[in-house]
């Protein structure tokens, strides 16, 4: 989960777990523990939170972390691919793992296969309804996956997210091709900040990268001089 500091980061209706709570606030909420916004104060930076009867006024700079999502309704098909969107140890799956449906059940019961680990899962929506399509993630929820292409959009308009670190996750993961577009050739002092200070490979030396890093090094330097511009 990301730490969300700011009020704005949620809505009347939302609902959240609790991922991590420290233990000196006296918020008697508990890691794993589902709330639901029911309030937001802007002017105090504060929400009002309510589970099990319960109200809860959590203050967002306070040492607490909430994954928080909304209830939508969704289409699933056998091929479809999903991510889970929160640790479950009934079902052994992790916020951000991916897998592929490969079966539906007359009741309902999504079988779900795990990539790089053979075995299928069987996922009760009513009991486990933590998942999502997933064909498109962010950078965060991808890490430790791979594919043979990777499309990367990112907008300077939400600079202050994108990082060098972000650039080379996302580089990473493409086995074949990385292609990223962006609304403007300003990206890339976004993707300069907080560079590593690693040798920088040269992109025109012979060979095929030894290393996702070294790959995603190499792609740094294409990347300054073959932008695609979505505009």
Known sequence: SVKKYFSSSYEIGNYAYVERIGKDLGLKLKPGQEIKIVGVDHSENRI???????????????????????????????????????????????????????????????????????????????QYPWFDLGWAVTPYKAQGVDANHIIHHANTKTSWIHTTEEFYLAASRGKLSYTLFADSSDIVNCF??????????????????KSKHEYAQRAWENFKYHLFLMV
């Open 48 to 126: 009002t939170a309510e589970s099990k009867g319960k109200k809860y006024i959590i203050d967002c700079k306070q040492d607490i972390d909430l994954s928080v999502y909304k209830i939508e309704e969704r289409e699933f098909a056998v091929g479809a691919q999903i991510v889970m969107t929160k640790n479950d140890k009934k079902f052994k799956v992790k916020n951000g793992q991916k897998g592929k449906i490969t079966n539906i059940s007359n009741s309902g019961i999504f079988q779900v296969e795990i990539p790089n680990q053979n075995r299928i899962v069987d996922l009760n929506p009513d």
């Open 192 to 209: 300069k900040r907080a560079q590593s200070k690693a040798s920088t490979i040269n992109t025109h030396q012979t060979g095929y990268p």
